[in-house]
């Protein structure tokens, strides 16, 4: 499977950009309210730069992305993120096999864990991205159960109390909101069935 890199960026970026104003809601609720604005200011600045991201190797490339959001992206989201991508780069051969992206998020998932020391049930972007990480890996995934399965681990943060990141001050108080990070981690992985199926 050779990966649609251009258009995986593209999709991505337009659906995190469009969707600033929800993330800084969400973030308004339990966080500093700067997610959404640091998410959108960091996508922004990897479709500046696509055209030098693009001509890498695919490894290569999503490495240059994931920098660029660490760089970009401000608050814990940007070294989070950062490393998702960077990992994902360092893992995933060009011309990768179902086999090869499972394990490669996988890896991103542990590589998540120890950067945000964080766990799942945490109501981080971890929600989201192990239990579609386990999906992947347990074999027989469509990009229908990977886009329900998404949605439905973002929407199980509501309920959750808040262990790890700026929400966790709040304790019981951030009871009741979706984790922000939950909701973009969700919003790419839609983004990224999206260009699979052909829908984008």
Request: proline residues 4%.
């Amino acid at each position: 499977m050779v990966l649609p890199l251009e258009a995986l960026l593209d999709e991505t970026a337009a659906r995190i950009i469009a969707a600033a104003e929800e993330l800084t809601a969400l973030d308004s609720a339990i966080g500093d309210a700067d997610h959404g604005l640091n998410m959108k200011r960091g996508f922004e600045a990897v479709l500046a730069d696509k055209t030098n991201i693009l001509s890498k190797p695919a490894g290569e490339a999503l490495k240059s992305l994931g920098m660029t959001l660490v760089m970009k992206v401000g608050g814990a989201s940007g070294p989070l993120y950062g490393t998702l991508f960077m990992t994902l780069g360092k893992e995933l051969p060009d011309d990768p096999a179902p086999a090869d992206v499972a394990r490669a998020l996988a890896a991103a998932v542990t590589a998540l864990k120890a950067r945000g020391k964080a766990d799942f049930g945490n109501k981080t972007m971890l929600d989201v991205l192990g239990p579609v990480a386990d999906h992947l890996a347990g074999g027989g995934a469509s990009l229908a159960s990977v886009r329900a399965l998404a949605a439905a681990r973002a929407e199980a943060t509501v309920p959750m109390k808040a262990i790890r990141g700026r929400a966790s001050f709040l304790g019981e108080r951030s009871v009741g909101h979706m984790d922000p990070g939950a909701r973009s981690s969700q919003i790419m992985i839609e983004a990224i069935c999206n260009v699979l199926e052909g829908k984008a």
